[in-house]
C-alpha cells in the first residue's frame, strides 16, 4: 500500500471526492468490515427471535416456532453472544483501525502481509465458530462466556484462539505503524483517531492476557481430554480481567467516529482535542483494574477486592462524562452554525436525515440511557438487586447493541460504499433503519430492565420457564413486541448492505472528512506511551495480584469434574 | 493545557457527583451493614461426606434465627426433605420475621441463586461456598430462582421461600 501525495498520477488512487482509498487498502479494508457484517447478519438475526421465545405469550400462541438457523435456544443464544459481541466487533475494529491509521497518517502500514494474516485468522476463527455450532449445536451451548465446568468441543476454544490472534497482529500492526510515523515526523502529535486506537489496541494486549491464559492452559486441554478437572472460580477471574477491558475495546472504536468523523460530518469541529486524548488515556489505563465489578456475586471474591474495584470503575465513568460534554459543545456549535437558536434549538438544526449522523447521534441517546443503568450496576449493592437478572442484557443493548452497534452501523453508511466504488443503496431505507434500532433498542432495554426487575433471569428461555409471575410475563412480551421493530431494522440494514454491495445505480457522493493533524496545543506529554503503559501494567498488578492470590489459593488443585450442557459428565 | 470554562465547571460538578456515589456505597458498607458475598468456605463436590451438603436442610439457631443449607445441581434445587420430596422444586418454610443465611453450593456447573423481592442474588459456584442473609418481613411464597445459566434445563431451575 503506497499514499504518498507526491506521485499519484503512477499510483492507482482510486479518484474520491476528499478522500482516497488505495486498491490494497480498499480490499483489507473491505474484506475485513465485509466479514464482520456477514458475522452480525447472522448473530443478530437470532436477536428478536431469543426476544419471540423468551415471551410467553409467543410460546402460547405459537408452540412449535423454532428459531431459524439455530433451532435450539442456547444455540441461537451462544451463536448470537459470540457473532455479535466477538466477531462482528472484533473483526470490524481490526479493519476500521486499519482505515483510520492507513487514512489519518497517510502512510502505509508496517506490514500489509501481517494484516492480511490476521484476517485470515479471523475469518478461520469464524468458520470454525458457526461449524461446531451447527453441527454440535447442544455440546457448544456454553455461550460467549464459555465458563467452565461447562465445557465445548476444542474447535469451539481453537475459533475463538484463532480470532484473538487476528486482533494482536492487528494491535501490532498498528502501534508500530504509529511509531514508524512519530520517527518520521518528530514534535508532532499524533492524529487523534491514531492516538485512540493505540491506547484502545496496547488495553487489548494487555487484558487479552486473561482470556489467553483461561482459554490455552484451563479450557483448551479440559476439552481437549488433557486434563480432566477445571476450576470456575479461577477462570471467572481470569475471564473478567478481560471482561470489562472488552467494553471498552468495543466502545473506543465507536468515540474514534463520534470524536473524529463526526465532528466534520455534522458540519463543524471538534471542540477540545487535548481532552479527548486525556479521555482516551483515562479509558486504558482505567479499564483493567475495574472487573471485578462483574464478579460482585461470587463467593471467592472478598469484600475488599470488590470495594478497590468499585473505586476504579467511579473513576472510569469520567472519560465518559467528559465525552458527554466535548461532543455535546461540538454538536452544539455545529447546530448553532446551522441556524439553531436559544437553548435547544440547536438540537433540532442536526443533519437527522443523514443517515451516518443520525445513526451516530441515535447512539448517543441510547448511552444516555445504557449509562446510567451502567452507574447502577456498578454500585456494588444494587448490583445484587439486578445482577443475572433481564436487567442486565437491557443495559448493554443500549451500549453494545446501542451505542457501539449503531455507530459501526453509521460508519458502515460511508465505509461500505467507499470499499464498493458506489452510492450508498437507499438513505431513506438507512434512515428508517437507524430510527426503528433507536426505537427498538430503548424499548427493549425498558421491558428488559422492568422484567429483570420483577425478577426475571438472564440467559434463559423463559417462554416455557413454569415460575414467572404476571408482571414478568408482561414485560417478556413488551420484549417481543420490541423484537418486531428490530426484526424490521435488521432486515433493513442488511438488504440495503447487500444491495449497496450489488452496485447501486448511484455513484459514490458524500465521504466524510477525516482530520489528519494531531492539535500542537496538546501537551507531547500524552504522547508518552511507555509511561502511560507502565502505568497501566502497575494499577492492573496492584488491583488484580490480590484477586488472583485468591483465587489459587481457593483451587485446592483443580477438583472440579468437566460437564456438557446435556447435564451429564464429560467422559 | 486550555481547558474551557464550562468544562471546568462539568467536570467538577462530576467530581462531586462521583464523590457522593462514593460515599453512599461507603455508608452502605459501614453504616448499614450491607454486605458482599465474600470468601466463607472451599468444598469438594465429590465428597460431601461430613460436610452440612451431606443433608441439606434448615437448621433452627433459636432467637428467630435459621441456617438454610442448599445444594444446586441441574436442574434443581436440593434443601433437604423438609421442603418437599426428591425431584420437585423445593418449599423453604420459614416463619415470618426470621433472619436466615443461606449456604448453597454446587454439585457440577455454576447456578444462581436469587429470591424474588429480596437482596439476595449469589453466584453459586462448585468447589465454593456461597453465603447470604436475608430478613423475611413479609408473608408469602417467593420464588428462588436459578439465574445463571447452567445447560438444557437452566429455564426450569427453580424452588421457593414459603414466609408463614
Ligand atoms: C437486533 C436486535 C437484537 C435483539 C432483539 C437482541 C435480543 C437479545 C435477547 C432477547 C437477549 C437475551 C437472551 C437471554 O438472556 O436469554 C440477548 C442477549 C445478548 N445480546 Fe442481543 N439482541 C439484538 C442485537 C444485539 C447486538 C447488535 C449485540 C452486540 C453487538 C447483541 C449482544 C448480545 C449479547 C452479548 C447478549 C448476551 C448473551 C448471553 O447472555 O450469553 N445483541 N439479545
Ligand atoms: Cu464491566
Ligand atoms: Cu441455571
Redesign the pocket.
Known amino acids: 500500500m503506497q499514499l504518498s501525495k507526491e506521485t499519484p498520477a503512477v499510483l492507482p488512487v482510486l479518484e474520491l471526492p476528499r478522500l482516497a482509498m488505495l486498491r490494497d487498502e480498499r480490499f483489507l479494508v473491505g474484506a475485513h468490515i465485509i466479514t464482520a457484517f456477514a458475522a452480525?447478519s447472522i448473530?443478530?438475526l437470532?436477536?428478536?427471535f431469543?426476544?419471540f421465545h423468551?415471551a410467553p405469550a409467543f410460546v402460547e400462541a405459537f408452540p412449535d416456532a423454532t428459531i431459524p438457523v439455530f433451532s435450539y435456544?442456547y444455540q441461537a443464544?451462544?451463536a448470537?453472544?459470540t457473532l455479535?459481541?466477538l466477531f462482528?466487533?472484533f473483526i470490524f475494529i481490526s479493519g476500521f483501525s486499519y482505515f483510520m491509521v492507513g487514512r489519518s497518517l497517510r502512510r502505509k502500514l508496517w506490514s500489509l502481509p501481517l494484516a492480511w494474516a490476521g484476517f485470515g485468522a479471523m475469518l478461520v476463527g469464524l468458520l470454525m465458530m458457526l461449524f461446531v455450532l451447527v453441527t454440535e449445536p447442544q455440546r457448544s451451548s456454553v455461550?460467549?462466556?464459555f465458563y467452565p465446568p461447562l465445557i465445548a468441543p476444542p474447535t469451539f476454544y481453537l475459533g475463538l484462539v484463532l480470532l484473538v490472534l487476528g486482533c494482536w497482529i492487528t494491535a501490532a500492526n498498528v502501534i508500530v505503524t504509529a511509531n514508524l510515523w512519530r520517527k518520521e515526523h518528530p514534535g508532532e502529535r499524533l492524529p487523534l483517531a491514531v492516538f485512540a486506537a493505540v491506547a484502545n489496541h496496547w488495553m487489548f494486549i494487555v487484558s487479552s492476557i486473561g482470556v489467553a491464559v483461561e482459554v490455552v492452559f484451563l479450557l483448551l486441554p479440559a476439552s481437549l481430554g488433557i486434563i480432566d478437572r477445571t476450576d470456575p472460580q479461577l477462570s471467572r477471574v481470569l475471564f473478567w480481567f478481560f471482561g470489562h477491558p472488552l467494553v471498552y475495546y468495543w466502545l473506543v472504536p465507536a468515540y474514534i467516529s463520534i470524536y473524529t468523523v463526526l465532528p466534520q460530518q455534522a458540519g463543524g469541529k471538534l471542540f477540545s482535542d487535548p481532552l479527548a486524548r486525556v479521555a482516551f488515556l483515562m479509558l486504558m489505563i482505567l479499564a483493567l483494574p475495574t472487573g471485578v465489578h462483574h464478579l460482585f456475586a461470587d463467593p471467592g471474591v472478598s469484600e475488599v477486592n470488590k470495594a478497590i474495584h468499585t473505586f476504579f470503575t467511579l473513576l472510569v465513568s469520567i472519560p465518559s462524562f467528559m465525552t458527554a460534554f466535548n461532543i455535546g459543545a461540538t454538536l452544539e456549535r455545529a447546530g448553532r452554525a446551522r441556524g439553531g437558536k436559544g437553548l435547544f434549538g440547536w438540537m433540532f438544526t442536526q443533519k437527522w436525515t443523514d443517515p451516518s449522523v443520525a445513526a451516530q447521534l441515535v447512539a448517543l441517546i441510547l448511552f444516555i440511557s445504557g449509562g446510567i443503568s451502567g452507574i447502577i450496576n456498578a454500585s456494588a449493592q444494587l448490583n445484587i438487586t439486578v445482577h443475572n437478572t433481564?436487567w442486565v442484557?437491557g443495559h448493554?443493548?443500549q451500549t453494545?447493541?446501542g451505542i457501539?452497534?449503531l455507530t459501526y452501523i453509521g460508519i458502515a453508511y460511508w465505509l461500505i460504499p467507499m470499499i464498493r466504488g458506489r452510492a450508498l443503496f437507499s438513505k431513506k431505507m438507512a434512515l428508517a433503519q437507524v430510527y426503528t434500532?433507536g426505537l427498538?433498542?430503548m424499548l427493549?432495554g425498558h421491558t428488559?430492565a422492568e422484567a429483570g426487575l420483577a425478577g426475571v433471569p438472564?440467559?434463559?428461555?423463559?417462554g416455557i420457564s413454569p415460575f414467572l409471575d404476571e408482571a414478568s410475563k408482561y414485560w417478556l412480551n413488551g420484549?417481543a413486541i420490541?423484537?418486531v421493530i428490530?426484526?424490521i431494522?435488521?432486515t433493513l440494514l442488511f438488504t440495503n448492505l447487500v444491495l449497496t454491495l450489488a452496485g447501486s445505480p448511484k455513484p459514490l457522493a458524500d465521504v466524510p472528512e477525516i482530520q489528519t493533524k494531531g492539535d500542537p496545543r496538546s501537551p507531547m506529554l500524552l504522547e508518552r506511551w511507555g509511561l502511560w503503559v507502565g502505568i497501566l501494567a502497575v494499577l492492573t498488578l496492584v488491583a488484580w495480584a490480590p484477586v488472583f492470590a485468591e483465587a489459587i489459593s481457593a483451587t485446592q488443585g483443580f477438583q472440579i469434574l468437566r460437564f456438557l450442557p446435556t447435564g451429564v459428565p464429560m467422559p | 493545557m486550555h481547558i474551557d470554562r464550562y468544562e471546568r465547571a462539568w467536570l467538577t460538578a462530576v467530581g462531586i457527583a462521583l464523590g457522593a456515589f462514593a460515599a453512599a456505597m461507603a455508608a452502605g458498607f459501614i453504616l448499614f451493614g450491607i454486605r458482599l458475598p465474600s470468601p466463607v468456605a472451599r468444598i469438594n463436590p465429590n465428597t460431601f461426606a461430613g460436610t452440612p451438603y451431606a443433608n441439606p436442610g434448615i437448621k433452627s439457631l433459636g432467637g428467630g434465627r435459621y441456617e438454610v443449607f442448599m445444594t444446586a445441581k441441574m436442574w434443581s434445587f436440593d434443601a433437604g426433605r423438609d421442603s418437599g420430596p426428591v425431584g420437585v422444586p423445593p418449599r423453604v418454610k420459614i416463619p415470618r420475621g426470621s433472619e436466615v443465611t443461606f449456604y448453597v453450593t454446587s454439585l457440577d456447573v455454576d447456578h444462581g441463586f436469587y429470591i424474588e423481592g429480596h437482596a439476595i442474588n449469589l453466584e453459586v459456584i462448585p468447589g465454593q461456598v456461597a453465603r447470604a442473609t436475608v430478613t423475611f418481613m413479609q408473608a408469602g411464597e417467593f420464588n428462588i430462582i436459578c439465574n445463571q445459566?447452567c445447560g438444557v434445563g437452566h429455564q426450569v431451575m427453580y424452588g421457593s421461600v414459603v414466609v408463614q
Request: aromatic share 14%; proline share 4%.
Open positions: 452480525l448473530g443478530a437470532m436477536g428478536p431469543q426476544a423468551r435456544y443464544l451462544t448470537h453472544g455479535n459481541a462482528f466487533t455461550l460467549y462466556t433481564s442484557p448493554f443493548h453494545v447493541g457501539v452497534a434500532w427498538g433498542m427493549f428488559m438472564r440467559r434463559s428461555l423463559t420484549a420490541s423484537g428490530l426484526l431494522s435488521v | 445459566y
